[in-house]
């Protein structure tokens, strides 16, 4: 029976991550060809009532997504070295987190704004350069995934992404979870970050084309203080798309999303399936294994 819980994850090197409701499990093909494990609990936050509050919950999984993939990174990168033992700090995990979040906010919201602003003598519409401005962030969205797509450990990477889909979609139809069975699957899935990443292209357009063209300085501050407010948005609009998939409309909306995902994944091998399958089979036995407990409890 298919799952009524949106499990999800994220690829990291050589490996996959995958979220359940209790815990994160993160599996990692070793240089010596086994996998390694990290289990992580879930509390707090990541679990409570206010991650049900529409749009406060998209602030919540946009940073959720941050913390937790971060974490990810940081150990798969330590099995790549053999230092998997290595506990990783509390500074160094907020300030890659910071980092990263630095260098998304930078690259997709200030960058466009300050090449949009070489362009206002042309631009003397006010929504037409907002308008502009949009055009442009998507450009250097694009590029910048195609760019890094042409790395060779970046492929790889985009290759346990796309086990990490063929291995959800195979949950969610109640599939065998067994390598010959999940690599029939797609490697596109409708709720992947890719698609999310586009929609929040796609609303920021909308909102700072109301916003308007007001002088640099305040342009600059509102693409940053606007970011929340998008991630909210954006979410509830993912949401809302992966709801109504079956609808023919919803899914022509759908298709420039699903598009994306050729950038941003690749046909795994065996190996890469194994791994996907490995961690989500972990999170799937925690969540069965609390729901007994829970079940023996109220007995």
């Known amino acids: 029976m298919a799952s009524s819980f949106h499990y999800g994850g994220q690829a990291v090197i050589e490996g996959v991550m995958i979220r359940g409701r209790r815990l994160v499990a993160v599996a990692v093909r070793r240089p010596q060809g086994d996998i390694a494990l990290r289990l992580e609990s879930l509390d707090g936050l990541y679990t409570g009532r206010v991650r049900r ?61 300050l090449l949009t602003g070489r362009l206002e003598g042309a631009l003397d519409n006010e929504r037409l350069a907002a308008l502009v401005e949009g055009i442009i962030r998507l ?108 609808n023919r409309v919803m899914r022509i909306l759908f298709r420039p999303n699903l598009w994306l995902q050729s950038l941003t994944t690749r046909e795994p091998d065996d190996a890469q399936v194994e791994v996907a399958i490995y961690a989500l089979r972990e999170v799937l036995a925690a969540d069965k294994t609390a729901e007994a407990t829970a079940a023996s409890g109220q007995a």
Not at 56 to 67: N, Q, S, Y
Not at 74 to 99: C, D, H, M, Q, Y
């Open 53 to 113: 509050i529409p749009f406060v919950r998209g602030i919540i999984v946009l940073w959720e997504t941050l913390a937790l993939g971060t974490k990810a990174l940081l150990f798969s990168s330590n099995v790549a070295l053999g230092e998997e033992e290595k506990e990783i700090s509390r500074p160094v995990l907020w300030g890659t987190v910071l980092l990263a979040l630095t260098f998304v906010i930078a690259i997709i919201f200030v960058g466009p704004v």
């Open 139 to 246: 450009g250097v969205l694009l590029a910048y995934i195609f760019l890094i797509g042409l790395l060779p450990d970046i492929r790889r990477v985009f290759a346990y992404h796309g086990a990490e889909h063929k291995t959800i979609h195979a949950l969610e139809d109640g599939a065998p979870l067994e390598v010959e069975t999940v690599r029939r699957y797609s490697t596109a899935h409708p709720r992947c970050g890719t698609s999310f990443l586009l929609v929040v292209v796609v609303i920021s357009v909308l909102l700072f084309v109301l916003v308007g063209s007001p002088p640099l300085w305040q342009r600059l501050l509102s693409r940053v203080v606007l970011v929340p407010v998008i991630a909210a948005v954006s979410y509830e609009v993912i949401r809302l798309m992966g709801a109504l998939q079956a």
